[in-house]
């Protein structure tokens, strides 16, 4: 029997099968041995062949994992192992926020170069647009779009945007990816209020949202004019790390560096810091490459060299 792994971890998943069916299976022996590399063996949306406990039948054993699409991934610094997020996504929707929580532009940079390593289209959901924007948000949100990204001014509250974010998703398997509060559980719940997700106050304190989704989790929404959807709920994060991208191939990712690299006097050697006749930086001083972007890229690409990381 086939099915889609909904939410799990360590080895007990829930699997939607093809009857209609969740059942609560764990990894037969040692089959995903491969995966042992992961901090999880497998992710919402993953694809799986269970075999059916006959006794109870609603349990069962996971036997083979269907070879994936794609997989967004981040490197976990806690359990220093790449962690699985989300599988065999048609699109990533990057949430973020003007304020409450502060806006954090080098999240949502982070998250789409591992979207174009993963090989995901991602799109900026920019969430609480009914807070107000501040000009270094819509100078950001401007920087995005300018270089070829869909970004949606959204509010989970006041419903605008919502439509438009409806249509986008509708007939896809999404996954939202932001750091805690950004309001994911409150996109959904806005989308279908049938979920009624669990959903928290930010924390006065810190200005920080609490981690109301504590695994990630596959859910099907019903939207307007008789749309379907499924969308991937993830954990909030609060430090996203590159996974499998190498410091010196990090603008391979920055979508408006990619077609310069190459083209510098040095080549592919340059490192596009100090260099005479480096594109990148030419491309920079011309205002043809954001100044935010390529500090971002300076930033990240210095953490990915020295194994350090900042927030």
Known sequence: MWGTVISGSKNRFEVECADGVVRLCTIKGKILKHRQS???????????????????????????????????????????????????????????????????????????????HDGIAPVIVCNKIDLGADDETERMLAVWERIGYRVLR???????????????????????????????????????????????????????????????????????????????????????????????????????LKPLVGTCAFGMSCSHRCEPGCRIIEAVQKGTVSAQRYESWSRISGELAGGGWED
């Not at 609603?58 to 269907?66: A, F, K, R």
């Not at 794609?70 to 304020?99: E, H, M, S, Y």
């Open 38 to 116: 992961y901090y999880n063996p497998l992710a919402p949306g993953d694809a799986v062949e269970i075999a059916q406990d006959e006794l109870t039948g609603t349990q069962g054993q996971i036997v083979s994992l269907v070879e994936r699409a794609n997989a967004f991934v981040r490197w976990n610094v806690k359990g220093r192992l790449p962690q699985l997020l989300a599988a065999n996504l048609d699109c990533l929707l990057c949430v973020t926020t003007p304020a409450q929580p502060p806006f954090r532009a080098r999240f949502i940079d982070r998250a789409l170069a591992q979207a174009e």
């Open 154 to 256: 959204v509010s989970a509250r006041g419903g605008q945007g919502l439509a438009e974010l409806s249509d986008l998703i509708a007939g896809k398997l999404s996954a939202l990816v932001g750091q805690s509060g950004v309001g994911k559980s409150s996109l959904i719940n806005a989308l279908d209020p049938s979920h009624a997700l669990r959903t928290a106050e930010l924390s006065q304190k810190y200005g920080r949202g609490s981690h109301t989704t504590t695994k990630g989790v596959l859910l099907h929404l019903v939207l307007g004019a008789g749309q379907t959807a499924s969308v991937i709920d993830t954990p909030g994060i609060r430090r996203f790390v590159l996974h499998d991208i190498a410091a010196e191939d990090l603008a391979l990712y920055f979508k408006e």
